[in-house]
Nanobody, 119 residues
Framework: QVRLVESGGGLVQAGGSLRLSCAASGSLFSRSAMGWYRQALGNQRELVAT???????NYSDSVRGRFAISRDNAKNTVYLQMNSLKPEDTAVYYC?????????????WGQGTQVTVSS
């Protein structure tokens, strides 16, 4: 069983920065792909950024160049550095762990952390 705990959300003015953290329990972290997703009120959950176990990253077009995802396998933690924040970045941000092999697949979500960007 894996538990994901997000932190770092809050209220920030447009143009500001926030850094989200997600700490994972258990032993799957270093072998898993990690991701940040977000869900704004009334919208579906959408991908923000992912990072695979080898460090490769992927971003949605809406955040590329402003956000950066990173991981620290020694601390079982994934980060999302968010710069140049816009009001449209306001959402609940969720951490995701995705581990799979040819025989097994695990997918876990955190409880979410609210990010509010004021104009």
């Amino acid at each position: 069983q894996v538990r994901l705990v997000e932190s770092g959300g809050g209220l920030v003015q447009a143009g500001g920065s926030l850094r989200l953290s997600c700490a994972a329990s258990g032993s799957l972290f270093s072998r898993s792909a990690m991701g940040w997703y977000r869900q704004a009120l009334g919208n579906q959950r959408e991908l923000v950024a992912t990072i695979v176990s080898g460090g490769g990253t992927n971003y949605s077009d809406s955040v590329r160049g402003r956000f950066a995802i990173s991981r620290d396998n020694a601390k079982n933690t994934v980060y999302l550095q968010m710069n140049s924040l816009k009001p449209e970045d306001t959402a609940v941000y969720y951490c995701n762990l995705n581990y799979f092999t040819a025989f097994t697949k695990y997918n876990y979500w955190g409880q979410g952390t609210q990010v509010t960007v004021s104009s």
